[in-house]
């Protein structure tokens, strides 16, 4: 069920949520969050509405999409907005809020009347973000504060600028897209013949920022320096005895653990969803201590 209410107020669009729930003899109770996703246009919006819609299904929640215009007092202010319910929401509901004119510099006022009680609320940002969520109007009602470096114009200053407004409770998708990465190196180094790392090699793509924040995270493990390349997909993971690579096509799904001495062996590893990384940030709403000292080990990443 959609349904567009233009020209309207929070009011409004309370009573008519309210009025549609009762036709269909549907409630709030079972939701677990509420999910803020503010985008800047239309560029990611209807990709977004998806994800959430698919992480919904792990995570009931009600849904809250932001869209804002320009700021300030040229162009008229108003608020448009749509309502879909039920089966064009997964297992929750999705309002999306179009602001215009003065409004749009007031989004948090816009949302809290749609905020349901006594729920943890997490925002999301799928495009640009503030410098430090946690002091932008909207992070500041959330428990949780998600960004997504990849989708940024220049995603490497992005996910460094995360280093300086990192607040506990803040995460960045790019950071998820490499959680099965980060398992299979972790295991890979948890076997004979324990020796460690005397040095990195992160390669790939210069625009994906998961594998800046990748070198990141293993400069916060070992003392040796970490190098990040532009070139093949590949982690190389030196030893006194032994050279570890996990390699992978740019757009494969399987990948390829290498040791000195020992067969290859191949391995699953596509890449994520944003559903799927979205659900997995979803279910933790604590402080990723990790995920902090990752963009701090991004000080001593060398770059070639």
Known sequence: MILDLPDTSTTAINKKLTE????????NTGRVLSLIIAVSGDALLEESIEAATVA???????????????????????????????????AGEVVVLRLAGELAAHADAAVVPFLLPDIPVVAWWPQAAPASPSEDPLGALAVRRITDATNSTDPLAAI????????????DLSWSRITYWRALLASALDQPPYEPVNSVLVSGLSTEPALDILA???????????????????????????????SRPQDGVVATLS??????????????????????????????????????????????
């Open 56 to 90: 919904s299904q792990e995570h009931p929640c009600r849904v809250i999409v932001v869209c804002t215009g320009d700021t300030g007092d040229t162009g008229d202010t108003r608020l448009d907005a749509q309502l879909r319910l039920f089966g064009d929401a997964g």
């Open 259 to 304: 040791r000195t001495g020992r067969p290859d062996a191949l391995l699953p590893l596509p890449r994520r969803d944003t559903s799927e990384c979205l659900a997995e940030d979803l279910r933790r709403l604590d402080q990723d201590v990790i995920y902090g000292a990752a963009l701090r080990g991004l000080e001593r990443v060398e770059y070639q």
């Open 20 to 27: 549609l729930r009762e036709q269909v003899g549907a409630g």
């Open 160 to 171: 460094k600028g995360r280093r300086d407004g990192y607040r506990p409770g803040d995460t």
């Open 216 to 246: 990141g995270w293993l400069a916060s493990c070992i003392e040796g320096p970490v190098r990040r390349a532009v070139g093949e997909l590949k982690i190389e993971l030196v030893r006194d005895s032994e050279t570890v690579t996990l």
